[in-house]
């Protein structure tokens, strides 16, 4: 499957800064999903929690439509400006990216209600349902949230946990809540390390 999405010159030195900086790039075709995903509902506000050093924010701008902004927050100063020079060398012109440092439960909590069409989080897993509840505020009805690294917890999520691990706690839990909310559309893409994504639902007419 890593085979089949091919990364261009700017999505492998991403990737490689990241690998060596250690901040865990979206794999490739994470990456392509999320670029899918984008396109699919022409988004133009995007929201990520999680910089890194830019791989998964390139990605993203690929499905966004020209013109959109992608917000993304990370607590490492560094990753940013990594990310910052992979933007550049990606071809996106600054305005396309609002980088703000902080950690995203600080962040996104000053971030207008209803104005984004998606979410995607990678960082802080053990707070993955805490970013729920803000994703579910900033989305508006037709957007869609994704948390990433969310395979072996959400494919595994009422076995016993071998070890005490809040992150990995944290990821069941959100993944229960995505299921069993009704006004959500779930869905599980057993891609990369796994990518839980859901449609909030626009407000159905009645009958
Ligand atoms: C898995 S990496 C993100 C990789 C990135 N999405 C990519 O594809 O290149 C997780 C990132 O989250 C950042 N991070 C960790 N805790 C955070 C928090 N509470 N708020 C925001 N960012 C955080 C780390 O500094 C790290 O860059």
Redesign the pocket.
């Known amino acids: 499957m890593e085979q089949y999405a091919v990364e261009d010159a700017s999505l492998t030195s991403?990737?490689e800064a990241?690998q060596r900086?250690e901040?865990?790039?979206?794999s490739a075709s994470?990456?392509a999903a999320l670029r899918f995903l984008a396109a699919s509902i022409g988004a133009r506000s995007v929201v990520?929690?999680?910089?890194?050093?830019?791989?998964?924010?390139i990605?993203l701008l690929r499905g966004m439509r020209d013109e959109s902004v992608l917000t993304s927050?990370?607590?490492?100063p560094e990753?940013q400006e990594l990310?910052r020079a992979a933007y550049r060398r990606a071809g996106f012109a600054a305005g396309r990216v609002r980088l703000i440092l902080?950690?995203?439960?600080?962040?996104l909590p000053r971030l207008t209600d209803g104005a984004y069409d998606m979410v995607?989080v990678?960082?802080?897993q053990a707070?993955y349902p805490a970013y729920l509840a803000e994703a579910l505020r900033l989305l508006r009805p037709g957007g869609i949230v994704v948390f990433?690294?969310a395979l072996e917890a959400a494919t595994n999520s009422d076995g016993p946990l071998s070890a005490p691990d809040p992150g990995t706690a944290a990821v069941r839990e959100v993944a229960r809540l995505v299921r069993d909310d009704e006004d959500l559309v779930p869905l599980l893409l057993p891609i990369g390390e796994g990518l839980l994504a859901a449609i909030r639902e626009a407000p159905r007419d009645g009958g």
């Open positions: 991403a990737r990241g900086a901040s865990s790039p979206v994470g990456g990520e929690v999680g910089t890194g050093c830019g791989s998964s924010g990605w927050v990370d607590i490492e990753y990310a902080g950690r995203g439960l600080h962040v995607f990678d960082a802080e707070a990433n690294n």
